[in-house]
């Protein structure tokens, strides 16, 4: 469930709020994009559930069982559009869902070309990059009055100095630096389109920055490139060693990350970016975590981040010819050799008016686990 500032409270269900003022009705209709992705449709299913949106159009390629299931539960708020970010089909077929009906006073986008290691990289720009800048282009035209730009902490790269450090934690305002990964170069890119334009153009957007979110989907048990935190290999015991073991990266959960979308739909400002998430964790206790819920021992073997990098090349290389993503991808050897990447995220949870604290960060695991456990046991 998404918070509510003081000033409106659960009951009023009929009732928004933005920049912190009681808006007597919900948004008319809000376009979600990517919404059968794991962050996307948990922001559809808070939209409604919330009464933040009369109609909730859905983006997506092709319909999923949860949209489908949602359809069925909410009837008509629930409009489920067939269309495509890439290339020349967002005009044609993304433009019709922010103009038909009256059009649309609200967009969250959250389509993304999100893995650690991709059989076609140029989908990370055209995705991430390319798509955006259309995207918000249409939105333009659209007069669309509220748009989210969802993107992930990992897109301010690594600063110079010691930003991202425990002295020194990333700031919402710090310049990003260079990024890791192909995935979080292309994201940077696509948020600085969203920012410029909020500067330029008078944009309404604001862009959230995700920590790693957790929780149960079908894209853990899909296999391949799409599992990135690599917790159904954990659960079944199929991960051989750990790599950077002592870096810490920054957890939330999925419903955690859905309502602090909704609250920036809400009462984000535009050109800002907010950073949202704050249980830490380091490699080592991460893997505890899911050994502890799964039962399975977590990898005893370590192996320095260096040493990795060696053949990180060549699995690559063979992952191009095979289709089988390598275990260990160039990107995520770079990710974890940046080293830990810390962020205070106090000042977006005020401005945005986010419930702290969060869901403990474990039982999102934990609902991730027994999705891999119950889909296994139905398998065997």
């Known amino acids: 469930m998404w918070a509510l500032t003081p000033a409106c409270s659960a009951s009023s ?16 209709a809000v376009l979600v994009t ?21 109609e909730v159009r859905c983006l997506t390629r092709q319909p999923t069982p ?58 990370y720009n055209a995705l991430n990059d390319a798509a955006v800048s259309e995207l918000m282009k249409l939105a333009l035209e659209a007069r669309v009055m509220r748009i ?38 292309s994201k940077a890119a696509g948020d600085e389109v969203v920012l410029r334009l909020a ?16 929780g149960a989907d079908r894209r853990l048990v899909s296999g391949g490139e799409e599992d990135v935190m690599r917790i159904a290999d954990l659960v079944r015991g199929k991960v051989p060693a750990t790599l950077g073991h002592d870096t810490v990266f920054t957890y939330i959960g999925v419903r955690d990350a859905a309502a602090a979308i909704i609250a920036a739909l809400l009462r984000g400002r535009p050109g800002r970016r907010y950073l ?42 063979w992952g191009v010819l095979t289709g089988v993503p390598p275990q260990a991808p160039p990107d995520l050897i770079r990710t974890v050799s940046y080293g830990t990447l810390l962020f205070e995220s106090a000042s977006s ?16 695991f934990r609902e991730a686990v027994q999705y891999v456990q119950e889909y296994d046991s139905l398998q065997s």
């Open 199 to 214: 500067a330029e153009a008078a944009l309404p957007g604001c862009v959230v920055a995700l920590a790693c979110v957790v």
């Open 148 to 185: 989210v730009q969802v993107s992930t902490i990992l897109a301010m790269g690594c600063p110079p100095g010691d930003w991202g450090s425990a002295v020194r934690p990333l700031q919402p305002d710090t310049p990003p630096g260079p990024a890791a990964s192909r995935y979080a170069r």
């Open 66 to 123: 949860e949209l489908l299931e949602l359809e069925r539960k909410f009837g008509s708020r629930v409009k489920l559009c067939i269309g495509d970010m890439l290339g020349p089909a967002c005009r044609t077929t993304v433009a019709p869902h922010l103009t038909i009906d009256g059009g649309c006073d609200g967009l969250i986008n959250c389509a993304a070309h999100y893995r650690w290691w991709s059989r076609n990289p140029d989908l």
């Open 276 to 317: 949202v998430g704050n249980q830490r964790l380091t490699t080592g206790e991460f893997y505890d975590v899911i050994s502890r819920l799964s039962g399975i021992p977590a990898p005893s073997r370590r192996v320095p981040v260096w040493m990795a990098a060696m053949w990180a090349k060549a699995a690559d290389s």
């Open 13 to 28: 269900s009929r009732a928004i709020c933005m920049d912190g003022q009681r808006v007597g009705r919900p948004f008319r």
């Open 34 to 54: 990517g919404a059968s992705g794991f962050v996307g449709i948990h922001v559809v299913r808070a939209l409604l559930e919330d009464n933040v949106a009369q």
């Open 349 to 364: 949870e005020v401005e945005l008016g986010l419930q702290v604290p969060y869901r403990d960060i474990t039982e999102s």
